[in-house]
């Protein structure tokens, strides 16, 4: 009872955000394991357990305001990261020669996307126009104000004997937009600690778009997506290939940042120009700053400037990057400000160059990147192609060179481990499809029913030259990915994902089996799941889940047993959550969880959502003397769009 007034000062919060409006309708839909996979299909993710918190985040945020497809201007197509460069140049293309795109039937017609690529954007973008048919909408501006407030309650103890201690997380969203011309963000969090203040986390931007030859300018926080991501990329970048969508970036150019987490983005200004079919844009930012704004916060504050120029054409797209950083300006030390001396180094200490290419030929799309590291002049380079030999099958293939003197720093390529440096590899992939085409239960439309029997497969095999990981001499690693989904009607089907990683260090194999079986009938769901891993020993997952989905309410209801007794064995599994919220725990130990998620329109102007669950370890480890304390875990969330 001690921490009563503590445990209550977050939901006091989120219930005050509850207060009903009236206004603008919005959705009201929990994120579901379902919505967040078809999200990592778009950065080539082939599961929700592959995901990044801020990459979720930034789908989440398009999923609740659409791109509008008729009104974007072309730094705001590029930005969304939905789309390749000449798909851009394609639907820039169409907008004015035949006026607005008014369904995604029409948009698969598109040079370049065709029926699965306009439903994997269907849920992010928006088909509003103003004009008669045939004629291209003009722009409109009006005033919107979005506020998204989370409070989050953990309760935990070090061992079973001792009293529960509460853990406080919390994060506020805020974003002022005039459509297509000024937006104004800022976001403050702090992650789970026995205090609520000061925050942890501080991102903000201003942005302004023109409509002209000036795209954007950005002031602020800012994430910078540039070809292949060998040169530069910042944010989301995911370590291997599980898929084909994952062998070609989509580079989104300059794009403002609204994350919680507050990392992986530049903080400084950047804007982008359009002349024709070459797109400018240049950028300078400091990194390090972020955290000398933060009191007693060790700091290492720097100067990087940079710029892309790219071109694209309805078949094609090529760009140069560059960037420079420079040495340490300001530095802080254990509190402690330690002074610079100018004269002892050049200003800027490296830097890179890169060239990237993509065009795509009758169907066949060939990419690649090279980038040149200053001052060791270190040469990288990837290159691949996809291409489809017939139809229902998709194949794709990639090789890269990373040499142990390339410093990746800003670099989000391809790669097998951490790092774009010290890295050999080549990899194939490919999806398949097969029978005809069921209809799902409780959908109409284009994009209602899909192939009977669909999957996908992958294998990477990687080389390091030098030691990596404490391993002396040379490495070698090799990952192997397949996936089958079988639609048997149009409310069942069953999904098996099975893996398996090869080591010429540490443990030698990991095998990873898993089998969902899911039932939809539009608004009734349910799901079965069984995970077998095999790595030091043996690990297990299971969980069953039951659920609904209507106009107004959403909820869920989950619960599992797990088995894990060496952390090597450990079995990571998405949680249903708030939508932006990003839960993937890793499940260690013996023992069970439950969990209840539900989402309810509050108002015509906002949606509130509450999670609550359970973990408890009643059964000991075979290296473990005493039992392991359980945690329990409450949240609220609330949007609000006026």
């Not at 060239?355 to 001052?375: C, H, K, V, W």
């Not at 090789?399 to 391809?414: K, L, N, Q």
């Amino acid at each position: 009872m001690r921490y009563g007034m503590n445990m209550v000062a977050p939901a006091v919060l989120a219930l005050f955000l509850a207060l009903p409006s009236s206004g603008q309708d919005v959705r009201t839909q929990v994120s579901g394991v379902a919505e967040v996979e078809q999200m990592a299909a778009l950065s080539g993710a082939l599961y929700a357990e592959d995901m990044g918190e801020e990459e979720i985040e930034r789908l989440v945020n398009l999923q609740n305001r659409p791109l509008k497809l008729n009104l974007a201007s072309r730094s705001r197509l590029t930005e969304s990261g939905l789309f390749s460069q000449y798909q851009v140049a394609a639907l820039m293309d169409y907008r004015e020669r035949n006026g607005d795109i008014l369904s995604v039937s029409e948009l698969a017609a598109v040079d370049g996307f065709g029926r699965e690529a306009a439903e994997a954007v269907e849920p992010f973008v928006s088909f509003a126009s103003s004009a008669l048919p045939g004629r291209a909408s003009l722009r409109k501006s009006y005033i919107v104000n979005e506020l998204v407030a989370k409070a989050a309650l953990k309760l935990q103890a070090e061992d079973r004997d001792e009293a529960m201690v509460p853990y406080y997380n919390y994060g506020v969203k805020y974003r002022f937009s005039m459509e297509d011309c000024f937006e104004a963000a800022v976001v403050t969090s702090r992650t789970y600690d026995t205090v609520l203040l000061p925050p942890e986390a501080v991102s903000f931007y201003a942005a302004y778009y023109g409509r002209g030859t000036l795209g954007k300018v950005v002031i602020g926080d800012f994430n910078t997506r540039f070809g292949q991501g060998l040169g530069m990329w910042s944010g989301f970048s995911m370590s291997g290939v599980p898929s084909q969508g994952a062998f070609s970036r989509r580079p989104s150019g300059i794009s403002p940042y609204w994350s919680y987490s507050g990392e992986g983005s530049h903080r400084g200004a950047a804007a982008d120009f359009s002349f024709g079919n070459v797109l400018f844009s240049t950028f300078a930012s400091f990194p390090g700053v972020r955290e000398a704004a933060v009191h007693g916060e060790d700091a290492a504050v720097s100067f990087l400037p940079g710029f892309n120029i790219a071109w694209s054409g309805m078949d094609a797209q090529a760009s140069v990057t560059c960037f420079a950083c420079s040495r340490t300006l300001y530095a802080r030390e254990d509190g402690v400000d330690v002074p610079s001396v100018p004269g002892r180094k050049a200003f800027f200490e490296s830097g890179r160059v890169s060239a990237d290419m993509r065009y795509n030929l009758q169907g066949t799309e060939l990419f690649s990147e090279a980038a040149i590291d200053f001052p060791s002049l270190s040469v990288a380079a990837l290159a691949g192609c996809r291409f489809r030999p017939c139809s229902g099958l998709g194949l794709a293939a990639g090789i890269r060179y990373y040499p142990a003197d390339f410093r990746p720093g800003y670099s989000g390529a391809v790669r097998s481990g951490s790092r774009c440096s010290n890295e050999y590899g080549i990899a194939v992939s490919g999806t398949f499809s097969s029978g005809g085409y069921v209809a799902l239960a409780g959908k109409t439309g284009f994009g209602s029913s899909v192939p009977r029997h669909q999957g996908g497969f992958s294998a990477d095999l990687s080389r390091s030259p030098e030691s990596k990981y404490g391993v002396h001499g040379a490495s070698s690693q090799c990952k192997v990915v397949f996936s089958y989904q079988w639609q048997i009607s149009g409310s069942v089907s069953m999904v098996w994902k099975l893996s398996e990683r090869m080591r010429s260090y540490g443990e030698k194999f990991r095998t990873d089996v898993r089998c969902d079986l899911k039932y939809s009938s539009g608004k009734w769901f349910s799901a079965l799941r069984l995970n077998v891993l095999q790595c030091v020993g043996a690990g297990m997952l299971s969980y069953a889940e039951c659920g609904c989905r209507s106009g107004m309410l959403s909820a869920c209801l989950r619960g599992g047993l797990f088995r894990t007794d060496d952390w090597d064995d450990r079995i990571y599994a998405y949680e249903r959550d708030a939508p932006g919220n990003f839960s993937v725990p890793a499940f260690y130990g013996r023992g069970f969880w439950t969990s209840f998620v539900a989402g309810v329109k509050v108002s015509r102007l906002g949606r509130f959502y509450v999670r609550a669950s359970y973990t408890g370890y009643p059964w000991l480890s075979p290296s473990q003397e005493k039992e392991k304390p359980g945690r329990a875990e409450l949240k609220f969330q609330m949007m609000f769009r006026l």
